[in-house]
């Protein structure tokens, strides 16, 4: 059986990845995992199951290759075993749960965990992280049941477990999870001092004008290096909305303009997506003048709540973000936003 260590050092050796310390670093942690859930289960009237080992919880600086590791990690598994972003998971969480009550069931949680356990024995977490009250009120008795039922949880995050939720509202109730990760969880630093992802971009082109076949093709070229091929989805849901992220993986979406700014959407909706990633591509971005005014003050609302959450933005558009929008009501305020997408395009933006 191949192991995690043997992997990565593949990987460096045919060029795909390069040796970083730190990294190499976490790779006993993830070994010992791989290898117990390597195990089979044996069952029996007098057998009792083992103690499914601990799991771990991978946090440091963005880009320092934790998703690229829990990649590797979960290829190697021969075990059930899913991986998905934390927001995705908490969202089909809450959409169970509320399908649950919708039939009459008192406590909405236990069929949840259940159905999730039963199908899974280990949970790869990406980018975990409590921002949302209704989240923070329903994890601890989640986890608790999903850790009872022997499913090991593995997750990255960029936060150590105690800034989780941190100042968030009723905290006090949210504690008690925090202890519980800790104490299921091995909770390891992956304190590389290279960020990859910004380093990808650190320098280049992000912003690309006019929108012709250059640019989509640069674009792509971005894309496949920040994903690697890979791609998933993301609803999220706000206020009863659903707001599709069809092309998404590992904290990276990509969207056409209209998907964001053609639709009704309001803060509500661009606050949580600037939550829910880290790098986001739009693509075609028209001109902007008084005969698509609501989708210029949506495009406007969508880049304020980008900027402050310090998403990192690559664009394509029919012009330069000072000739974007140049007549009609509006154009004043729009300065600052013309201001804002060129200061996103430094190559040290979103730094953190």
Not at 215 to 226: M, V
Not at 282 to 291: F, G, N, V, Y
Not at 338 to 344: D, G, H, I, K, N
């Given at each position: 059986?191949?192991?995690?260590?043997?992997?990565?050092?593949?990987?460096?050796?045919?060029?795909?990845?390069?040796?970083?310390?730190?990294?190499?670093?976490?790779l006993p942690e993830f070994e010992r995992i791989r290898a117990a859930i390597?195990?089979?289960?044996?069952?029996?009237?007098?057998?009792?199951?083992?103690?499914?080992?601990?799991?771990?919880?991978?946090?440091?600086?963005?880009?320092?290759?934790?998703?690229?590791?829990?990649?590797?990690?979960?290829?190697?598994?021969?075990?059930?075993?899913?991986?998905?972003?934390f927001h995705a998971f908490m969202q089909e969480i809450h959409a169970a749960?509320?399908?649950?009550?919708?039939?009459?069931?008192?406590?909405?949680?236990?069929?949840?965990?259940?159905?999730?356990?039963?199908?899974?024995?280990?949970?790869?977490?990406?980018?975990?992280?409590?921002?949302?009250?209704?989240?923070?009120?329903?994890?601890?008795?989640?986890?608790?049941?999903?850790?009872?039922?022997?499913?090991?949880?593995?997750?990255?995050?960029?936060?150590?477990?105690?800034?989780?939720?941190?100042?968030?509202?009723?905290?006090?109730?949210?504690?008690?999870?925090?202890?519980?990760?800790?104490?299921?969880?091995?909770?390891?630093?992956?304190?590389?001092?290279?960020?990859?992802?910004?380093?990808?971009?650190?320098?280049?082109?992000?912003?690309?004008?006019?929108?012709?076949?250059?640019?989509?093709?640069?674009?792509?070229?971005?894309?496949?290096?920040?994903?690697?091929?890979?791609?998933?989805?993301?609803?999220?849901?706000?206020?009863?909305?659903?707001?599709?992220?069809?092309?998404?993986?590992?904290?990276?979406?990509?969207?056409?303009?209209?998907?964001?700014?053609?639709?009704?959407?309001?803060?509500?909706?661009?606050?949580?997506?600037?939550?829910?990633?880290?790098?986001?591509?739009?693509?075609?971005?028209?001109?902007?003048?008084?005969?698509?005014?609501?989708?210029?003050?949506?495009?406007?609302?969508?880049?304020?709540?980008?900027?402050?959450?310090?998403?990192?933005?690559?664009?394509?558009?029919?012009?330069?973000?000072?000739?974007?929008?140049?007549?009609?009501?509006?154009?004043?305020?729009?300065?600052?936003?013309?201001?804002?997408?060129?200061?996103?395009?430094?190559?040290?933006?979103?730094?953190?």
């Amino acid at each position: 059986m191949t192991t995690l260590p043997e992997i990565y050092a593949a990987r460096i050796a045919d060029g795909r990845l390069t040796h970083d310390t730190a990294q190499e670093a976490v790779l006993p942690e993830f070994e010992r995992i791989r290898a117990a859930i390597a195990q089979p289960v044996k069952k029996g009237l007098f057998r009792k199951a083992p103690e499914p080992p601990k799991g771990l919880y991978l946090w440091g600086g963005v880009g320092r290759g934790k998703s690229m590791l829990m990649d590797l990690f979960v290829e190697s598994l021969n075990a059930p075993a899913r991986r998905v972003h934390f927001h995705a998971f908490m969202q089909e969480i809450h959409a169970a749960i509320h399908a649950a009550r919708q039939r009459g069931v008192e406590d909405a949680i236990k069929p949840v965990a259940k159905s999730v356990s039963d199908s899974v024995r280990l949970l790869a977490f990406d980018e975990m992280q409590i921002t949302d009250i209704t989240d923070a009120m329903i994890v601890g008795r989640l986890f608790e049941q999903l850790f009872a039922a022997g499913v090991v949880v593995v997750t990255t995050s960029n936060r150590v477990p105690d800034d989780l939720y941190k100042d968030g509202l009723n905290r006090q109730i949210f504690l008690p999870f925090i202890d519980m990760l800790k104490t299921r969880m091995v909770v390891q630093e992956l304190a590389s001092p290279t960020d990859y992802r910004q380093d990808r971009l650190s320098g280049a082109q992000v912003y690309f004008a006019p929108n012709d076949a250059a640019a989509k093709t640069e674009i792509n070229r971005i894309w496949e290096e920040l994903t690697h091929g890979q791609q998933d989805s993301l609803t999220l849901f706000v206020q009863g909305r659903e707001v599709e992220l069809p092309r998404f993986h590992n904290g990276v979406a990509r969207v056409k303009f209209y998907d964001l700014c053609g639709k009704m959407l309001g803060p509500a909706d661009y606050l949580a997506l600037a939550d829910a990633v880290r790098v986001l591509i739009i693509e075609d971005i028209p001109r902007l003048s008084r005969s698509n005014f609501n989708e210029a003050k949506r495009f406007v609302t969508l880049i304020d709540a980008l900027y402050e959450a310090k998403v990192r933005l690559i664009v394509s558009a029919a012009a330069e973000p000072e000739m974007l929008y140049v007549e009609g009501t509006g154009t004043f305020e729009f300065e600052r936003t013309a201001s804002r997408l060129r200061e996103m395009q430094a190559a040290d933006w979103g730094e953190v």
